[in-house]
């Protein structure tokens, strides 16, 4: 997921609220943020009409980051009315689901169907069970347009950020020291990773820095002057179903939340490759209990989850715990060693059946030697797939369905498991 987009987002929208205020002005202009596609599908199409949070205590606002076509960026907003707590869930871009019209795909894609937009909300909101109730969506240019109309950010940059990738038509070339972003740089400054010793830590590190300094820059009086022009930029570059009206509702309270106190989260899982295309599987057990946590946050009570639907739901873990285990008691798996190793089938038997699952038999791959493990889907299941992929840690999948074929999966371990 391109994680920089994720840090304009989250200060583009507690800015949003906060110029809510400017009522009058904002009228003006808040038409030409109405995504007319949206508008007529839901017209259309009315199951596709976001449940209303007038009656609901949490408000759930979908975050899209648009680059060609794509939602690179998806970040659920999660804000409870009763005590001004909010939280963000990133939903990676690569995530599997079920697309209309077709098998399945990536969930970026969801906005390029046939309704986009207002599918896209609905679809997110399957996969975390709850409703959405507005979206806001901003390309990348208008992100950049909007660091360029406040007067760009100042920031210390601990390091010479050289960077190139002529694939992604993508030259970074930034100097040490404190000194005022633009919008393009301020970009590449957020992107940049190669040059940090621990890599990501360091990126995400330098991130929350930018967050402060870019929240500090829109907060602070000097930027009052700008407030009509960053509107108009707003209002060129972002579309949302948020009525005028609902912006300045919200903007009060949601303006006088600390950026340091906004909880964040991400939709757990794992990178799998199937049949040649990169997919990120979210682990189904792992992300009802994340949904718990932010609930947690939220200071919404464990016992009863509003889902998608809108129905109370007494959470049931102990349930839910012996269910998964009669379902892993039904996958039957094979184990094949290329390793030469002697003794490494055994213990991936071991380590699957303390799981629950079946493995039927151990062997090896006699003359063939891989150098990464992988697992070959036998019975076209991809539920029973994403179990295995994610337990197992393998993430190259290959199909070769048999239904006369005696297992459900084989496993075939190559030199990384060494």
């Excluded at 009409?49 to 970040?75: C, F, H, Q, W, Y």
């Amino acid at each position: 997921m391109k994680k920089y987009l994720t840090i304009f987002m989250i200060s583009f929208l507690v800015f949003f609220c906060i110029l809510g205020g400017l009522y009058y002005y904002l009228d003006r202009t808040h038409n030409k943020m109405q995504d007319d596609e949206f508008n007529q599908s839901i017209k259309e199409n009315p199951d596709l009409r976001p449940r209303e949070a007038k009656n609901d205590v949490v408000v759930n606002t979908l975050v899209l980051g648009v680059n060609d076509g794509l939602s690179d960026i998806m970040m659920v907003v999660r804000y409870n009315k009763e005590n001004n707590k909010l939280a963000v869930i990133s939903v990676p871009r690569d995530t599997k689901v079920k697309l209309p019209g077709v098998m399945e795909g990536k969930i970026n894609s969801v906005l390029k169907q046939e309704d986009g937009s207002a599918l896209v909300l609905k679809t997110v909101g399957d996969l975390l069970d709850i409703p959405i109730h507005h979206y806001v969506r901003i390309g990348l240019k208008g992100a950049e347009k909007i660091v360029d109309t406040i007067g760009g950010v100042k920031i210390n940059v601990p390091l010479h950020m050289y960077y190139q990738d002529p694939t992604q038509d993508l030259y970074i070339d930034i100097k040490p020291g404190v000194q005022v972003l633009d919008g393009k740089n301020a970009v590449h400054f957020i992107r940049y990773r190669s040059g940090y010793v621990d890599a990501d830590l360091g990126r995400i590190k330098a991130q929350h820095e930018f967050i402060k300094a870019f929240v500090n820059k829109l907060t602070s009086p000097s930027i009052l002057p700008k407030a009509f022009n960053i509107i108009n930029t707003m209002s060129n570059h972002v579309k949302t179903n948020l009525e005028q009206g609902e912006i300045t509702k919200y903007a009060a309270e949601v303006g006088k939340i600390k950026i340091d106190n906004i909880q964040q989260f991400t939709v757990p899982g794992k990178g799998l490759k199937i049949n040649g295309v990169d997919y990120f599987i979210h682990d189904h057990e792992k992300l009802s209990a994340m949904l718990e946590e932010v609930n947690t946050a939220l200071e919404i009570s464990k016992d009863v989850a509003v889902t998608a639907q809108g129905d109370s739901v007494k959470a049931d873990d102990s349930k839910k715990e012996v269910q998964a285990a009669a379902n892993k008691k039904g996958i039957r798996v094979e184990v094949l060693n290329s390793t030469k190793k002697s003794g490494l089938a055994s213990k991936v038997k071991a380590e699957l059946e303390a799981l629950g699952y079946t493995v039927v038999r151990i062997g090896d791959t006699k003359d063939l030697v891989f150098s990464e493990s992988r697992l070959i889907n036998r019975s076209g299941s991809d539920k029973d797939l994403t179990l295995l992929a994610l337990d197992s840690g393998i993430s190259i999948v290959d199909t070769d369905i048999d239904n006369s074929y005696d297992c459900d999966i084989t496993i075939i371990l190559g030199k990384d498991r060494l």
